[in-house]
């Protein structure tokens, strides 16, 4: 006797932005991570810092709100209410992208973690851009 599944489980949108937010989230945490263990890596953030005409208290701040707006778009992403949701995955996805790219280090493994990222915040955007009321 053979059994088949008829219909799948639709998975819930807001859930999957939340759990792919989490993944962007622990991906992020590991690049920088690993990033430690690398020697000279404090001293490429301190040229880093001032290619970008900031302190290197400045730079990190702006890595701690990177971060924490990533924490934030996992809750969000499961309380907002669908039209602000949307917007939010969306200017937030690409915002994300343009911060991981734009402090990018040359390290392959920091390539290997900013791509995966990418993809994730990739479809971050695209369920939120195709998104529709009706699922709620």
């Known amino acids: 006797m053979s059994t088949s599944i008829s219909h799948s489980k639709k998975i819930d949108t807001k859930a999957l932005l939340s759990t792919l937010w989490i993944v962007v989230m622990f991906n ?9 263990n ?3 890596a404090g001293e490429e ?6 290619s970008a005409g900031a302190s290197i ?3 990190m701040l702006g890595g701690a709100i990177m971060g924490e707006l990533a924490i934030a778009m996992i809750i ?3 309380v907002l209410q669908y039209g602000i949701n949307r917007w939010v995955n969306i200017v937030v996805g690409v915002i994300t ?3 991981i790219w734009g402090g990018m280090a040359s390290y392959p493994h920091y390539i290997f973690i900013a791509t995966v990222e990418t993809l994730c915040l990739l ?7 195709t998104w529709r ?3 709620e």
């Open 57 to 59: 208290p400045q730079l």
């Open 45 to 50: 953030v301190a040229k880093t810092a001032t």
């Open 97 to 99: 992208i343009a911060y």
């Open 28 to 36: 992020m945490l590991k690049a920088d991570i690993l990033s430690l």
């Open 76 to 78: 969000l992403s499961r």
């Open 123 to 129: 479809l971050i955007i695209g369920v939120a851009w």
């Open 133 to 135: 009321k009706i699922e």
């Open 38 to 40: 690398i020697p000279g």
